[in-house]
């Protein structure tokens, strides 16, 4: 396991920019743009820094997918050990592709169709089974219920024990709580709530009430909101206890920041210094103890990249139009973006003094003309949901894989002009 801080090879060589031993002008020929790029020895390195980060903890880290739902990342991840959390039907596919044991997987979001929980409860209802897709010669009714629902409404428990009850199968679930201290969000049951349900429906056999989860988003990035969402989560889990339930598992959730870009940023091991006095008592006394980084993963290990359109002066520099923009998740600082073009012109890295996602500009303080190509550390956290169109590329031991083509306007006209249209 390694104790280092490595990110991208992103290094400036003869005035052009390269990942590693590759041009990333010739790579962006031969892909095209826009595309991500992952690194996944930079990946797998952060990933290794949670685990030691928590290991005290005995913490399951759940790694986030939807910074980075493409099956070949996943893939390397779980063959290290890591558990994942999905947020769609889509993903939890994904997640079986990728041999993750579905028993190591949290299924959270708002408003899973009943077919997505009858998919996630037993295979036989997975879309995969009827397209006869195996997974080491092994169909999807062998891979059983994910290991554990996120209940975002009391209506959404409803739901799910219904229908486990009506294919006989039981699956737990775990309380997604929204504290005051993360009131900003649109999911999560206040703990009034959290202690109704426990109370209704905790003795019930075919959904258990496990346990409880937070998310706390971009207010996660401080250890200080980290640490006091953590105490509420805790202090509610011993009220529910009180109270009779049992519980197995907390889950904190995700909402890490990423210190490789904003050296402010709260390292791994330095929110695992805030939760552990908190947390360490539950695990003595059998619980398990979740985690779910996703952006702090994928964003130490990845870049966009994209050209640029068009520019024209501003007051403090240039405002270029790119083909794509990294989103901004959570609080990460735009200041900790870095642009290079590839130019032999440009002297160095430049940092981006801002980003606009809506009209994909940025203001840079160099010169940059149509055709450069920028490169954004980072990036590739969230890329395929900001920029559906883009190419996903993965770099392995200084070999480079397309994992994900470049879609073009045909691939969303295509099914339109192969429909024909139906009566209903």
């Not at 079986?96 to 997505?116: E, F, N, Q, T």
């Amino acid at each position: 396991m390694s104790h280092g801080r490595r990110t991208v090879d992103l290094v400036e060589r003869d005035g052009y920019l390269h990942v590693g031993s590759l041009r990333l002008a010739e790579l962006a020929e031969r892909v095209g743009t826009p595309f991500a790029l992952y690194d996944a020895d930079a990946i797998i390195e952060r990933f290794y820094r949670f685990v030691e980060a928590f290991s005290s903890l005995r913490a399951m880290i759940c790694f986030g997918v939807d910074a980075c739902p493409n099956a070949h990342v996943m893939r390397r991840l779980v063959k290290r050990g890591a558990a994942l959390r999905v947020r769609s039907a889509t993903d939890l596919e994904r997640a079986w592709i990728c041999g993750a044991p579905l028993s190591r997987v949290v299924y959270s979001g708002l408003g899973k169709a009943d077919m997505d929980i009858r998919a996630a409860l037993d295979g036989l209802y997975s879309p995969l089974f009827q397209a006869g897709r195996l997974v080491e010669g092994k169909p999807p009714y062998y891979r059983g219920p994910v290991g554990y629902f996120s209940i975002e409404t009391g209506a959404e428990l409803e739901q799910i024990h219904r229908i486990a009850g009506g294919v006989r199968i039981a699956c737990r679930a775990l309380i997604h709580v929204c504290l005051d201290c993360c009131r900003q969000s649109a999911f999560g049951l206040s703990p009034a709530e959290a202690i109704d349900l426990f109370d209704r429906f905790g003795n019930e056999p075919r959904v258990r009430l496990a346990g409880l989860r937070i998310h706390l988003g971009p207010r996660g990035y401080a250890t200080d909101a980290m640490r006091t969402g953590t105490q509420r989560l805790c202090e509610l889990a011993q009220t529910i206890v009180d109270r009779g339930a049992s519980l197995e598992a907390i889950d904190i959730g995700g909402g890490f920041g990423c210190d490789l870009f904003d050296p402010a940023a709260p390292s791994p091991a330095d929110y695992a210094r805030a939760v552990e006095p908190l947390l360490a008592p539950w695990v003595e006394r059998g619980l398990k103890i979740i985690a779910e980084p996703g952006w702090s993963i994928i964003g130490a290990g990845s870049l966009l990249v994209s050209r640029v359109l068009s520019s024209r002066p501003c007051e403090d520099g240039r405002l270029a139009a790119a083909e794509a923009v990294p989103g901004e998740p959570g609080a990460a600082p735009a200041p900790a973006r870095l642009l290079t073009p590839t130019l032999p012109r440009a002297e160095g890295m430049s940092t981006i003094a801002g980003i606009d996602n809506a009209s994909r500009q940025v203001r840079v303080p160099v010169c940059c003309e149509p055709g450069d190509v920028l490169a954004f550390p980072g990036g590739g956290a969230y890329a395929r949901r900001d920029n559906p169109a883009c190419a996903e590329v993965l770099l392995e031991q200084s070999r480079v894989f397309v994992i994900r083509p470049r879609t073009s306007p045909l691939d969303d006209i295509e099914p339109e002009l192969e429909s024909h249209e139906v009566l209903l």
